[in-house]
C-alpha cells in the first residue's frame, strides 16, 4: 500500500503526473530514434554529416542528398506515422473492446485493409477511366481503409452482444477474416502480373522500403487525422472500460463514440497499411507497456502510445536494414520477433485475472 | 420528480413490464421491491432510458431518453447491480470518472473522488488496483463514482437523483447500515434516491416509500409502513414472512419464516 501510493505519485492512485512525465521521456526517445534512423544505412553518410547539413545540403555530394532527402527522410517519416498510427490504434480497439488482446493486425482489421489495398493493385486497373482518374494515387489507401472498416464492423457485430465483446468470438473471428482476406488475395495473385506480384509480397510481410514522399503525401494526412479524432475518443473510452451501460450513464454518447472509433481505427489502419504493408503487434506491445507504467487513462495513453509506437517502429526499421546489411529484412519480422512473446507473456500474466 | 407512466419495455420477445406506472419524490428515499426476475432492474434501466421503453418518463419535467447524455449525467447518477472493469485503474481514477463526468477537472475532480471515497469508509485505498479489491470494496467504490458524480444533491437544474441497484447486496452488515445512511442522508439533503432492494428490514427502516412488484407488474406501493405487511409480503414472494415491531422508537422487523418449523427453526431455537 505504502509503497503503492508512493510510486503512483504525490496524490495516492493518482497517475497524471507520471503519464505526463512519460510523454516528455518518449518525445526525447523519438527524436534519439530519428537521429539514428538517419544516421543509419548502406549508403554511408556518416551521423555528424547527417545531422550538421541536412538542413543546408551544403557539403554533401549529390548523391549523399539524395540518400538522405528522397530515402532515409521520407522512410523515417513513415516509419514515425506507421508506427504511431498502430499503436494508437491498437489502443482505441483494444478501449472499444474493452479488451487489451484486441489489435488491428490480429483481429483481421490489418489483414481486411491489405486485402483492400491488394484488389486495387490488381484489379485497379478494371475502374471505369474516369472513377480512376478521380481517384487517381488514392486508389489504394482508398481500398485499404474500405477494407479494413469492413473487417472492423464485421468483427464487432460478429463479437459484440448486448453490449459486451467476447474475446474468444473476437479472436475466432479474426482468424476467419483473416483467412478470408488470406484467401482471396490468393485468388488474386493468378490474376496478378510481375510487377503487381512484387507489390504482393510486400503487403506480406510488411516494410517500409518502399516509402517515398508521394506516398506519404495521401497517407500521412489520413494517419494524422484519424490520431487527432481519437483524442476526442479519450474520455468516452474511459468511462467505456466500465462497460457501455455505465459509460452512458456517465454522459458518453456511446454510439457516437464507437462509430468513431472505428472510423478512425479504419483509417488509421487503412492508411499504415497502404505505405508499409502488415506490420504485427505494435498495436498491442506499446498500449500494454504504457498502461503497465503509467496507468490506462486514454488521455494518456493515447497520446503516448503515438509517441512509443513511433520511436519502435523506427528502432525496428533500424534494426531491420542493420543486422543482414547492405540486405534488409522486412519490418514485420522484425516487429514480430519482439511482439510475439510480449503478447504471450500478456497471455501468462492475465491467466485468472480477466476472463476470456 | 421522477414520474413514469404506462412503463411498457420489450426484451427480446418477451415483455417484461406491462405498463406500470411510478413517482418518486426528491427528498425521499424510494425502495423498488419484488421477487427475482420481477423487473426491478428493468424498470431502473427504463427510468434511466437504457432500454427502450413505451410510456412516458419525466425526470423533473424531461424525458431523460431526449436529454443530451451529459446533461442527463448531471441529474443523475447510477450504480448498476453489476459492474466489470475492463483495464487496471486505480480506485482513485474509477471514482474520478463520476467527478469528470460532472464537469469537474483536474485537481478538483481528484479532491471530490477522494472525498467521495472517505464517504463510503474506502479512504487510504485510492492507490490500490480496482480489481485486486475484494466484491464489496469493489461495490463501495462503485457507489462512490456515483456519488461523485452527482455529489451535491441540489444542482441548478433541480434536484438531483441516485439510481442504486442493489447498493448492500455485497456489503457486511456495518457497511449495509452506512450505504443505506448515506442514501437517507442524500435524500435529506433534497436529492432523490430509487434504491432496488431485496433486505425487507432495512427497507423498512430506510425507506419513505416502498413500490412492490410482481412479474413486471405494481403490486403495492406507498408509504412503507402500508405497503411491508405480512400478507401481502407472503402472497407476492411465495413464503411466510413475518412483520413484527420492536425497540424503541419502534421499527419494524420483517423475518422469513421457513415452512417446516420443526425441522430447522424451532430445533435451532432451542426446541
Ligand atoms: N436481456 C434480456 N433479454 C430477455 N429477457 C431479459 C433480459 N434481461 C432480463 N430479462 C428478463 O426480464 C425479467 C426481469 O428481469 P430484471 O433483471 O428486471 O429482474 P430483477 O427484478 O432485477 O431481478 P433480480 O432480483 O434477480 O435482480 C426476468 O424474467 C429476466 O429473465
Ligand atoms: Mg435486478
Not at chain 1, 274 to 292: C, E, K
Request: hydrophobic share 55%.
Amino acid at each position: 500500500m505504502v509503497a503503492l501510493s508512493e510510486a503512483t505519485g504525490p496524490v495516492a492512485g493518482d497517475r497524471r503526473l507520471r503519464a505526463r512525465r512519460a510523454t516528455l521521456a518518449l518525445g526525447g526517445l523519438v527524436l534519439v530514434a530519428a537521429w539514428a534512423a538517419l544516421a543509419t544505412g548502406a549508403a554511408g553518410v556518416s551521423l555528424p554529416q547527417a545531422l550538421g547539413r541536412l538542413v543546408t545540403g551544403a557539403g554533401l555530394t549529390l548523391q549523399e542528398q539524395v540518400v538522405l532527402w528522397e530515402i532515409r527522410l521520407p522512410r523515417l517519416v513513415t516509419g514515425l506515422c506507421v508506427g504511431a498510427a498502430l499503436a494508437v490504434s491498437g489502443a482505441v480497439m483494444q478501449g472499444l473492446f474493452r479488451n487489451p488482446l484486441a489489435d488491428p493486425g490480429l483481429v483481421g482489421v490489418g489483414a481486411g485493409a491489405g486485402l483492400g489495398a491488394v484488389t486495387a493493385i490488381v484489379l485497379g486497373g478494371l475502374l471505369p477511366p474516369a472513377l480512376a482518374a478521380l481517384a487517381g494515387i488514392y486508389t489504394v489507401p482508398i481500398a485499404a481503409f474500405l477494407g479494413g472498416w469492413a473487417a472492423t464492423l464485421i468483427l464487432y457485430r460478429v463479437s459484440t452482444r448486448a453490449g459486451r465483446t467476447s474475446v474468444a468470438t473476437m479472436l475466432l473471428a479474426g482468424i476467419a477474416l483473416g483467412a478470408l482476406a488470406g484467401a482471396v488475395t490468393g485468388l488474386l495473385v493468378y490474376a496478378a502480373d510481375d510487377q503487381q506480384l512484387r507489390d504482393l509480397t510486400f503487403w506480406g510481410l510488411g516494410s517500409l522500403a518502399g516509402a517515398s514522399w508521394p506516398k506519404l503525401a495521401v497517407a500521412a494526412p489520413v494517419m494524422l487525422l484519424a490520431m487527432a479524432g481519437t483524442l476526442w475518443l479519450a474520455r468516452g473510452l474511459n468511462g467505456l472500460a466500465l462497460g457501455e451501460a455505465a459509460a452512458a450513464h456517465l454522459g458518453v454518447p456511446v454510439q457516437r463514440m464507437k462509430n468513431l472509433a472505428i472510423l478512425a481505427v479504419a483509417a488509421a489502419t487503412g492508411a499504415a497499411v497502404a505505405v508499409s504493408g502488415g506490420i504485427g503487434f505494435i498495436g498491442i506491445v506499446v498500449p500494454h507497456l504504457l498502461r503497465l507504467a503509467t496507468g490506462p487513462d486514454h488521455r494518456y495513453l493515447l497520446p503516448n502510445a503515438a509517441l512509443l509506437g513511433a520511436a519502435l517502429l523506427v528502432g525496428a526499421d533500424i534494426v531491420a536494414r542493420s543486422v543482414i546489411a547492405p540486405a534488409e529484412l522486412p519490418i514485420g519480422i522484425v516487429t514480430a520477433l519482439m511482439g510475439a512473446p510480449v503478447f504471450l507473456w500478456i497471455l501468462l500474466r492475465r491467466r485468472g485475472v480477466v476472463d476470456l | 420528480m421522477l414520474e413514469a407512466h404506462d412503463i411498457t419495455v420489450h426484451l427480446g420477445k418477451r415483455r417484461i413490464l406491462h405498463g406500470l406506472s411510478l413517482a418518486a419524490a426528491p427528498g425521499e428515499v424510494t425502495v423498488i421491491l419484488g421477487p427475482n426476475g420481477s423487473g426491478k432492474t428493468t424498470l431502473l434501466r427504463a427510468v434511466t432510458g437504457d432500454v427502450p421503453a413505451g410510456g412516458r418518463i419525466a425526470l423533473d419535467g424531461a424525458d431523460p431518453r431526449r436529454l443530451r447524455p451529459w446533461e442527463l449525467a448531471r441529474r443523475r447518477a447510477v450504480l448498476a447491480q453489476f459492474a466489470r472493469l475492463a483495464f487496471p485503474f486505480t480506485v482513485l481514477e474509477v471514482v474520478r470518472l463520476g467527478a469528470e463526468a460532472a464537469g469537474e477537472i483536474g485537481a478538483a475532480a481528484a479532491a471530490r473522488a477522494r472525498a467521495a471515497l472517505a464517504r463510503v469508509d474506502l479512504a487510504g485505498y485510492e492507490g490500490r488496483l480496482y480489481q485486486e479489491l475484494s466484491g464489496g470494496e469493489q461495490a463501495r467504490v462503485q457507489l462512490a463514482r456515483a456519488l461523485a458524480q452527482v455529489w451535491e444533491p441540489k444542482g441548478p437544474e433541480g434536484p438531483r437523483w441516485l439510481f442504486l441497484d442493489e447498493p448492500v447486496a455485497s456489503l457486511d452488515v456495518a457497511h449495509q447500515l452506512q450505504v443505506m445512511e448515506i442514501a437517507a442522508d442524500y435524500a435529506r439533503q433534497g436529492g432523490g434516491v430509487i434504491a432496488v432492494m431485496h433486505d425487507l428490514t432495512l427497507t423498512a427502516l430506510f425507506a419513505d416509500r416502498v413500490v412492490l412488484l410482481e412479474a413486471g407488474r405494481v403490486a403495492a406501493e406507498g408509504p412503507t409502513a402500508e405497503v411491508i405487511r405480512a400478507d401481502r409480503l407472503a402472497r407476492v414472494y411465495g413464503c411466510r414472512i413475518d412483520v413484527t415491531t420492536a425497540g424503541d422508537p419502534p421499527r419494524l422487523i420483517v423475518t422469513p419464516v421457513p415452512e417446516r418449523r420443526g425441522a430447522a427453526a424451532g430445533a435451532r431455537a432451542g426446541g
